[in-house]
């Protein structure tokens, strides 16, 4: 065999369409917030339809931020999250003063698991952030029954969620008070840097509006427009630094053009992963069910009882045959902040820590080629079994 170049675990689909786009931008004279992230936020709202507001930010972390913040979160509240999760899911509720409660996730899905999210429940509970892992949806009728009967708001983590569907309705256009999606750079759309908190609900949206930019409010403008002159503003509050800039907004734009193909795309990988791992011994990703949308940010094996290497040492295999992985995640309960700050063990979260000693996430990114899946099939084959 030839030898042959790294195979990344992943890599951002960007053609000369977003460099002209980037470019024109620039060229335009304005590179801040502008008609370019206008824009973007209207097309993405029309996107996921039903009426939602949609506000650009320069990261998911920052929109998760301004949604628990509009939300009036704070000192002495707590929000239930997933441990099997990313940080920027939690550290926002610190950012607040409020503290996390971190639950078990379902063996199947690896989604929150809403009895334990029930469990978790104490008068001070505030929030639900389900996190819809790799791209598949939560069981979201059973987290807004357990929300409703709790009086809980919902939050939802939807940085892998781009498109995702459940029942047949699509993450974003759900019932929550928010769901924030990211647009970093290995996400199913990238802007290098950025996020969209989407809501249905008016009032929040302006909060956010305000707080992503100093606190500065339009509210002025706009009940005297006509005599306010244009450099008069006021600052209603503390705000954040959290707009996105008009060459991501213009990057953006281009890429959710492209994003129904980046779908077909990834369900075609995800789909020759299914089929063609399917005699390994391996815990393959759980599809969406008929008829939804799996996202597939994320292809997720878990090692069986029977495999001929741990996941170590899988990766190890792997990363020898010039193919790059990663693992999603190192739960949250065994980072030393969280771990620390809440006392907690692995064995308060058995599903997760089972789940994290035998997973590994494989390249599967739009910009790859057949033969470099063919390559990573292999390398599996030759390894596990
Ligand atoms: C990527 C990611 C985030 C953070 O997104 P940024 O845009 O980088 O802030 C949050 N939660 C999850 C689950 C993620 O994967």
Known sequence: MKPESFLPFARPDITEAEIDAVARAMRSGWVTTGPETKAFESEFAAYLGGGVQAVAVNSATAGL????????????????APTLTFTATVEVARYLGADAKLVDVD??????DPAQIEAAITPRTKAILPVH???????????????????????????HALPTTTKGALVGQLPSAAAVFSFYANKTMTTGEGGMVVTKDEAL??????????????????RFSSKTPAWYYEIVAPGFKYNMTDMAGALGRVQLQRLPAFVQRRQQLAARYLHELQDLPLILPADAPQGDTHAWHLFVIRLNDDARATRDEVIQALSDAGIGTSVHYVPLHRQPYWRDRYGLTPEQF???????????????????????QARVIAALKACVR
């Open 65 to 80: 931020h301004l949604a628990l913040e509009a939300m009036g979160i704070g000192p002495g509240d707590e929000v239930i």
């Open 107 to 112: 063996p199947t899905t690896l989604n929150i």
């Open 133 to 159: 892992y790799g791209g598949l949806a939560c069981d979201m009728a059973a987290i807004f029954d357990i929300a409703q009967r709790h009086r809980l708001q919902v939050v939802e983590d939807a940085a």
């Open 205 to 222: 949206a302006a909060r956010m509006r305000v707080m992503r930019l100093h606190g500065i409010s339009r509210d002025a403008f706009d």
């Open 350 to 372: 058995p599903v997760a820590e089972q789940a994290y000693q035998r997973m590994l996430s494989i390249p599967l990114f739009t910009a790859m080629s057949d033969d470099e």
